[in-house]
């Protein structure tokens, strides 16, 4: 596709005939000229990590290399930005999102990330590792420099939450033993497809997985042996702890079943997947800082007290609250009569309410909402610390502070490090994510008019299009379409006035002579 762009941009000029290859091999040393060669890159990689640290003092950067034939040979590296960590433990909801996605450069490694989530549901990445692949060895040395990090908070107060990887959930299981994990129901499904195929039982797994309430969820899985015992057993032996609401924790007032916060991350830094270690280093680095600035920004400009994504939140359940009756019981506790029959109790003490999304969220449902406006109260005392203004602004109060060039360091390479073995894999690397074959694609990117030009197919002027074209032929053509006949060949000149004077008569709605005249002959 490159290759095609730069052929049709070239046709006139004397690289025209420029072969395939000759493209290439030009595009890789650009590439090197832009982002550096690989083995100079990996030379001065322990004095970025130096150089990083004193930019942005208090994070922990840790370098792990092999010594092979007596010199060190790189084998993966953990960032964890100060401002980052700190945000996160003064700001964010206690949960954490797991993730790997491959790398296209060089050595064809492992990006390994921990996501939190921010009070406005926006992800919020807490530390990030490049290896050289994914399984129980390192995401056990991820996880134990992530555990050291975020070590004032205990790990029964942590929320995990990962895909099926088997490296990934030993890791976890030995870690942090005690604290809860979820497990991404969008992955549970991929998995229980392969098996269990079709639309039916995906649905009613997606129903199961978002019921709140025991009761609710011991039906929903009654509706599954219903269709398929195999596809009851095969769920009955997965701990709903890890995949459905009415199970998890209200700890950690999140309620999400998808891991879309690492994925998230991951195509914000789409573009850095294929660069040498330095430059992808520096990209992430690079979009942090920008994001912590763009967040502060938003927040100086923010009116409301929670942010727009609540705000959503809290106008959909306004639609559920109009469709219940309130009966108050004392102070703070009430029996809300919901529209399809069912009754709920609302303590606004304790803020619960028996459908249980109020204890899973930190928002009011829409059964809270009715005995707030009841009550004359206002909507945000009852939202969740965790969705507050203030919380934002100490997720993102510091900054990550930003680095020069290696050209500007003093003394660089005086502890080179080897890059790994080269790794080739069949195939053209690819940036998109494999997409299953149940999932709907993605969306098309609406074309630009910018810089479009107009070109008129029946006079072939510029500036107008065939619909809008005031010349001759066009005015002949609509006579003749509302007569019913077919185009004249060889109109005359006067042939053409009275159709046109008949066309302007029948526009102001006259009714004149020309109008009413008998039609011409062909």
């Known amino acids: 596709m490159e290759y095609n762009v730069f052929r049709e941009i070239t046709t006139k000029t004397k690289y025209s005939h420029v072969s395939s290859w000759t493209f290439y091999r030009a595009k890789t040393k650009a590439r090197k000229m832009l982002d ?9 990689l322990d004095d970025y990590c130096k150089r990083l640290l004193a930019t942005n003092p208090g994070s922990t950067v840790k370098l792990k290399t092999d010594l092979v034939n007596g010199r ?50 926006s992800m919020f990445p807490i530390a990030y590792c490049v290896a050289e692949k994914e399984n129980t060895e390192v995401w056990t040395w991820f996880l134990e420099l992530l555990k050291a990090d975020i070590g004032s908070l205990s790990p029964t107060k942590v929320t995990m939450m990962s895909d099926l990887q088997k490296g990934l959930e030993n890791a976890v299981g030995a ?11 969008r992955h549970l499904h991929a998995k229980f ?5 079709g639309l039916l ?5 997606w129903a199961a997985a978002n019921t709140t309430t025991q009761a609710e969820f011991a039906r929903a899985m009654q509706e599954v042996k219903n269709v398929s015992d195999g596809a009851y057993y095969w769920l009955a032996g997965k701990n709903p702890t890890e995949w459905t609401k009415s199970h998890i924790s209200k700890y950690p007032k999140c309620d999400i079943l998808v891991n879309n916060l690492c994925e998230s991350f991951n195509a914000a830094i789409l573009d850095a997947h294929d660069k040498p270690i330095i430059t992808l280093l520096e990209k992430i680095r690079f979009w942090l800082m920008s994001r912590f600035y763009n967040k502060k920004a938003e927040l100086e ?13 809290i106008e959909k359940q306004k639609e559920v609250a109009k469709h219940c009756l309130v009966t108050r019981s004392d102070k703070f506790q009430f029996q809300v009569q919901y529209s399809n029959g069912s009754a709920l109790v609302v303590d606004l003490e304790f803020r619960t ?8 969220s930190g928002l009011p449902c829409g059964h809270a909402l009715t005995t707030i406006w009841f009550m004359g109260g206002n909507v945000f005392d009852y939202v969740h610390g965790f969705y507050k203004k203030e919380s934002l602004q100490k997720a993102y109060e510091q900054s990550v502070h930003p680095m020069p060039s290696p050209n500007m360091w003093p003394q660089t390479g005086l502890n080179p490090i080897d890059p790994p073995p080269e790794t080739k894999l069949p195939g053209r690397p690819k940036k998109a994510r494999r997409r299953e074959t149940d999932e709907p694609p993605p969306a098309l990117k609406k074309a630009r008019r910018t810089g479009q030009v107009k070109t008129c197919s029946n006079c072939l002027k510029i500036g107008h299009r065939r619909e809008t074209c005031k010349s001759a032929k066009v005015v002949e053509n609509l006579v003749v379409k509302k007569r019913g006949r077919p185009p004249l060949q060889n109109p005359t000149e006067s042939t053409l006035l009275r159709k046109e004077r008949r066309l302007k008569q029948h526009a102001k709605g006259g009714t004149s002579g020309a109008t009413n005249a008998q039609p011409d002959t062909v």
């Open 301 to 313: 400009k923010m009116t409301q007290p929670v942010g727009k994504r609540i705000l959503k939140i």
């Open 201 to 205: 039982l995906k649905q009613l797994l």
């Open 175 to 185: 870690i942090f033993s005690g604290c809860e994990v979820r497990f991404c129901v």
């Open 36 to 44: 550096g060669s690989v083995k100079e890159q990996y030379a001065i």
């Open 353 to 360: 309410c028996t459908c249980r999304r109020f204890q899973l």
């Open 193 to 197: 497809k392969k098996e269990y195929p």
């Open 72 to 121: 060190r040979q790189f084998q993966r590296i953990y960032i964890c930005l100060k401002a980052c960590r700190d945000g996160w433990l003064g700001g964010c909801k206690p949960l954490i999102g797991l993730d790997g996605c491959f790398l296209k450069g060089y050595c064809k490694g492992i990006l390994l990330a921990a996501v939190g989530i921010d009070g406005n549901n």
